[in-house]
């Protein structure tokens, strides 16, 4: 059985980081971003994978909320952390596995000075 779970960011939160930008035009009209992550051969029940996979769906969300466009203003890091932490945390309460949530309870949401 293939597994995989598509993200879409909330329009708000896509919408307030697009809101933060400089010199960048709100598009209301615009579908929310999303990205597929693979949980092929991976066994959320086992801690090891649990983790691969809570990478595997930051990863994603940092490419979903435009984290790879390298925000520089204290106000587009802020909204990048809001967006990459409600996508993760969403995320997680989609996928329902026990133990991915208490790989993502440990690690806890992304800090600005991580970003």
Same mark, same amino acid.
């Given at each position: 059985?293939?597994?995989?779970?598509?993200?879409?960011?909330?329009? !708000?939160?896509?919408?307030a980081l697009a809101a933060?930008?400089?010199?960048?035009?709100?598009?209301?009209?615009?579908?929310?971003?999303?990205?597929?992550?693979?949980?092929?051969?991976?066994?959320?029940?086992?801690?090891?994978?649990?983790?691969?996979?809570?990478?595997?769906?930051?990863?994603?969300?940092r490419r979903v909320c435009?984290?790879?466009?390298?925000?520089?203003?204290?106000?587009?890091?802020?909204?990048?952390? !809001?967006?990459?932490?409600?996508?993760?945390? $969403? $995320?997680?309460?989609?996928?329902?596995?026990? !133990?991915?949530?208490?790989?993502?309870?440990?690690?806890?949401?992304?800090? !600005?000075?991580?970003?």
């Amino acid at each position: 059985m293939r597994r995989s779970l598509i993200f879409t960011i909330a329009a !708000l939160a896509g919408l307030a980081l697009a809101a933060t930008a400089t010199a960048t035009t709100l598009h209301t009209a615009s579908p929310p971003a999303s990205n597929a992550v693979s949980f092929d051969h991976l066994d959320l029940g086992n801690g090891y994978d649990a983790d691969i996979a809570l990478t595997r769906i930051e990863a994603a969300a940092r490419r979903v909320c435009g984290f790879d466009l390298r925000p520089h203003s204290l106000q587009e890091r802020r909204a990048a952390a !809001l967006c990459i932490n409600d996508a993760v945390a $969403s $995320s997680v309460v989609k996928i329902g596995a026990p !133990l991915l949530s208490a790989h993502y309870a440990a690690r806890g949401p992304i800090a !600005l000075v991580a970003l």
